[in-house]
């Protein structure tokens, strides 16, 4: 059975600062996926990775993948506050795409 | 492209009544997906189609529950009969996944609430 988990599940941090969000999983994937949702709306899709090494950015948020390891991060870089919200990977194996529990970010000013 | 639309936003009904979802996914996607999401268990995959057939419902959680998807442009999702523990925000979402890059797009949701 596929298995998803993140860490920290909450994370509070200073504007300014770096952090790493950890998402393990259990078994083989075809691909996965990192979104972001804010409170009340819906899940905003930030980014999909292929394969083993796949790196990819976007402003300050950049997502990578390592395959033999079954781990994917989501690295924050000089974290504002608008990058606040909930962060969740998601696995996808044979179809069947399974998210984790959800890293809630808080940025304090 | 309007995206994923679901329907109604927001369901207010007593126990033991019937609830039906709604959800047209994005034109052209051939993978249709219903999650449930609460605070306690997170999100949680209810089932999930390709090109209108069911693949996987070991996620529904009783017999109560029931989807279907009766052409590529519309999908149910119904509770007969409803009860409290029933009441989450329930998101459908599509995709091209074969071979391709594509993310899930998610509808906005419906948020049922069961007394």
């Known amino acids: 059975e596929l298995k998803v988990e993140q860490n920290p599940l909450f994370l509070s941090m200073q504007e300014g600062k770096n952090y790493t969000i950890y998402c393990n999983y259990s078994?083989?994937?075809?691909?996965l996926y990192w979104y972001r949702q804010d409170p009340g709306k819906s899940l905003e899709s930030l980014f999909v990775?292929?394969?083993?090494?796949a790196v990819k950015q976007e402003g300050r948020l950049m997502a990578s993948l390592d395959t033999k390891a079954r781990l994917s991060t989501l690295h924050i870089t000089a974290a504002v506050h608008d990058l606040s919200a909930t962060y969740f990977c998601a696995v996808d194996r044979d179809d069947k795409i399974i998210f984790g529990k959800g890293t809630r970010l808080h940025i304090l000013p | 492209d309007a995206g994923v639309i679901q329907s109604p936003r927001h369901e207010v009904t007593e126990m033991g009544q019937e609830v039906t979802l709604r959800c047209k996914p994005i034109s052209g996607h051939d993978y249709l997906f219903w999650y449930r999401q609460t605070m306690m268990r997170g999100l949680e995959l209810l089932i999930y189609?390709?090109?209108?057939?069911?693949?996987?419902d070991s996620g529904m959680p009783e017999d109560r529950f029931s989807a279907k998807m009766p052409n590529a442009s519309f999908s149910t999702l119904k509770i007969q009969p409803s009860e409290p523990r029933d009441s989450a925000v329930y998101f459908c979402?599509?995709?091209?996944?074969?071979?391709?890059?594509?993310?899930?797009?998610f509808g906005n949701g419906t948020r049922l609430t069961v007394t």
């Open positions: 078994t083989t994937s075809d691909r």
């Open positions: 979402a599509s995709s091209l996944l074969w071979g391709s890059d594509s993310p899930l797009h």
């Open positions: 189609f390709n090109n209108n057939v069911p693949i996987d």
């Open positions: 990775l292929l394969s083993n090494g």
